[in-house]
């Protein structure tokens, strides 16, 4: 199975704040990467596919990179509504297992 | 729009069994995997497996093998899945999510509103 390693694990930052959240795959997933925003009692929100393709709707200050091994996604400028826990996965073999997801909050 | 509609939410006994539907509207069902996520309180997203709802294929994880079946019904476009033996630990929301594709990856997108799976003696 491959493994993902979301890093860090807790973010506090501040509106305005550039935020980068690193995953690493424990083998090569070419650009079979998608991120998720997840809110509160919600479900999980498609963000990025194919690691770096923004999701129609979503905001341009979102933005994902890498291929292989290493990925990010990256919020330029973060907004009060971007406070929210946020998940890789990788989708190039069963199981599509998750990152273990980056608590972003305020500080 | 694209849209799916998860059941209501389910109270089961240690042992028990339950059955949580995912009604698809708004494109093609047979067209798209359909596949199944869960989160524990307080924890991160566990993929459960999938199911092709045009063949009735499924690929289950390893941690759920014998315990889960998804199965379709393609007249009524709706998915389920179906975790037997419950324990205490298996109190989570299920989500259904759709697979989407291009020629270069995959992802899901939409996903249903989730059912919450309480299981308590």
């Known amino acids: 199975d491959i493994q993902l390693t979301q890093s860090p694990s807790f973010l506090s930052a501040s509106v305005g704040d550039r935020v980068t959240i690193t995953c690493r795959a424990s083998?090569?997933?070419?650009?079979?990467l998608a991120w998720y925003q997840q809110k509160p009692g919600k479900a999980p929100k498609l963000l990025i596919y194919?690691?770096?393709t923004l999701q129609s709707g979503v905001p341009s200050r979102f933005s994902g990179s890498g291929s292989g091994t290493e990925f990010t996604l990256t919020i330029s400028s973060l907004q009060p509504e971007d406070f929210a826990t946020y998940y890789c996965?990788?989708?190039?073999?069963?199981?599509?297992?998750f990152g273990g997801g980056t608590k972003v909050e305020i500080k | 729009q694209v849209q799916l509609v998860q059941s209501g939410a389910e109270v089961k006994k240690p042992g028990a069994s339950v059955k949580v539907s995912c009604k698809a509207s708004?494109?093609?069902?047979?067209?798209?995997?359909m596949h199944w996520v869960r989160q524990a309180p307080g924890q991160g997203l566990e993929w459960m497996g999938r199911?092709?709802?045009?063949?009735?294929?499924?690929n289950y994880a390893q941690k759920f093998q014998g315990r889960v079946t998804m199965t379709r019904d393609t007249s009524i476009s709706t998915a389920y899945m179906e975790l037997s033996r419950l324990r205490s630990d298996d109190t989570a929301v299920y989500y259904c999510?759709?697979?989407?594709?291009?020629?270069?990856?995959?992802?899901?997108?939409?996903w249903g509103q989730g059912t919450l799976v309480t299981v308590s003696s």
């Open positions: 708004g494109y093609t069902f047979t067209g798209y995997y």
């Open positions: 996965q990788q989708l190039n073999s069963y199981p599509y297992d």
């Open positions: 194919a690691a770096s």
């Open positions: 999510a759709r697979r989407f594709a291009n020629r270069t990856s995959f992802w899901f997108d939409p």
């Open positions: 199911i092709n709802p045009n063949s009735g294929g499924t």
């Open positions: 083998q090569g997933i070419s650009s079979y």
